[in-house]
């Protein structure tokens, strides 16, 4: 096929290092390489595993797309490819993708990888499923989709989140609070878990739909398992607890957490890093909040503060060094612009990416 790129536009792609024309109507005419086509190493996968993040799962190669330009020249137009995931039948209505890079004609996909993009297709961890897989190229300035012939891959893939649901927590659906599998730590869990009732009991999944593993109270409200005769897990309520679950050795851990912040910039009197200025819970928005609070700050201009739960320093939140608003555990002393009233709140819905804001009155 063939797209016309006109000399200003070529020049704006930084497709050709161009002159003056002597008309605005010169074109400059590109023959594009049909579609790539793309192949595997391997249209099975097998049993994809949390231990095996780090290695190879699949290598998949293409015929990259190329250009001839009328002028005879040689410039590289950059080309960027993404493989496409998604479950075998639905026409890719729902994807996962992977990153291809520029320019390139093949790449490696790490079990981690291809993992994350079945689970985000639609593929039921556990479970042995099959997906579609294309490439699509895209290029400044393109007019029609670059997409290979679809292919198949066949795969065991694996959960990094259990979702919790139970009578007073809801049904499992896309809005079910989870734990989420700690990075480097194979079956290994954590998240923060809001229960709203006096009493709460509930059961954990490993998808958010009806046909994933479940996992119960396995005895004494502190084991986990999947196999045998569990029953649901009890938590009193309304509380937010630090959920923390490994399969490998079937335990189960639930702490009760009241956030606050601390430091110097909660108080002029010199006490700001012993006492915490405690935090409410916001049930409709899911954060903890302080609306309007006063923090002066220290003389001198210490402005610094932290979160902690329980008025401790046991488990605690600081900032994370080039990444604005994120948190991570014992992190970097956060600071305050100065003294004056604020809203601050802090998130704990995503078990990967902590986060807070700050929002001087």
Known sequence: MKNKFSLLAAAAFSLL???????????????????????????????LASPDATK????????????????????TVPVTYTLEFAKTGTNFATIGTVPAGENTSSITVKVADLNTALVKAGLTPTVSGTADVRLRATYAGNQTEMLSPASKITATAYSRDLFVFGTSIGA??????YVREIAGKPAQYEGYIWV?????????????????????????????????TTTEFTLAGPKMYRVQINLSAGTFKADVTEWG???????????????SVPMTYDTKDKVWKLTGVTLPG???????????????????FGGVDGKSGELSYGGSNLKT?????????????????YTYSIAKK
């Open 56 to 75: 190879d799962a699949v290598t998949y190669t293409w015929t990259p797309v190329t250009f001839a330009f009328s002028d005879g020249s040689k410039n």
């Open 172 to 177: 499992l659906g896309t809005g079910s609070p």
């Open 337 to 353: 612009s100065g003294s004056g009233k604020y809203d601050v709140t802090l998130n704990l819905n995503d078990p990967e990416k």
């Open 298 to 316: 220290e003389a001198g201009g210490n402005l610094e503060f932290k979160f902690r739960a329980n008025d401790a320093w046991d488990i605690n």
């Open 196 to 228: 709203p009732a006096a009493s709460n009991t509930f059961k954990l999944s490993n998808t958010n739909t009806a046909s994933g593993t479940i996992f119960g109270n396995a005895g004494g409200n502190n084991t986990i398992s999947s196999t045998g």
């Open 17 to 47: 290092a161009l002159g003056s024309c002597e008309k605005d109507e010169d074109q400059l005419v590109a023959t594009i390489s049909p579609a790539p086509t793309l192949t595997a190493s391997t249209a099975n996968a097998g049993v």
């Open 261 to 275: 912040i601390v430091g110097a910039a909660t108080t002029n009197n010199g006490d700001g890093w012993s006492k």
